[in-house]
């Protein structure tokens, strides 16, 4: 009987070992629009499909404008790799969207329909149906300098979707 149990146990870690694989998405596994800056992608057709996806999926749309030119940019992915509970988190809650813009390519007519950036990398917030919810200076995430873990998970917590009844009614009132 105990030998019984430990094979059903086991066979169940198993298979709850590999669901848990297979939910956690790896940067491998993300849409490339996700995953780097690119002045030749249309930012548009990505917007669209960002959108898409967080229908399917019930997450809401994370907008990030910087290029690869950006330090800052460079030292927000290089804290998302150190927290990966961080970079999870973002991914499984958030469709992310990389947006480049730099002199090859400003990206002009796409940022003319988001509110201005005070500086790079700059974040909006978008529900599935496109309603815009939040423009953010990443700056905000900074402690002494450096991106802080608490304020990352604050604003991934207070923007996922389901806050967005909350959050919607807010940034109307904003």
Request: glycine letters at 4%; aromatic letters at 10%; hydrophobic letters at 35%.
């Amino acid at each position: 009987m105990k030998h019984s149990f430990a094979i059903l146990l086991t066979a169940f870690l198993i298979h709850a070992f590999a669901i848990a694989e297979e939910s956690f998405e790896t940067s491998d596994s993300l849409p490339e629009y996700s995953r780097i800056y690119d002045d030749q992608r249309d930012p548009f057709s990505d917007a669209k499909a960002a959108i898409e996806l967080a229908k399917k999926t019930n997450r809401n749309v994370l907008i990030e404008i910087g290029g690869n030119w950006c330090t800052w940019c460079h030292k927000m992915d290089a804290f998302l790799e150190k927290n990966p509970d961080i970079y999870q988190k973002l991914h499984s809650e958030y469709v992310l969207l990389k947006i480049n813009v730099s002199d090859s390519n400003e990206n002009e007519a796409f940022m003319k329909s988001l509110p201005p950036t005070l500086g790079y990398p700059h974040m909006y917030v978008s529900t599935a149906t496109g309603k815009m919810m939040l423009s953010k200076d990443t700056a905000e995430l900074l402690t002494q300098g450096n991106y802080s873990r608490e304020a990352w998970l604050s604003f991934l917590e207070k923007w996922n979707v389901g806050n967005n009844h909350r959050n919607v009614n807010q940034s109307e009132t904003d």
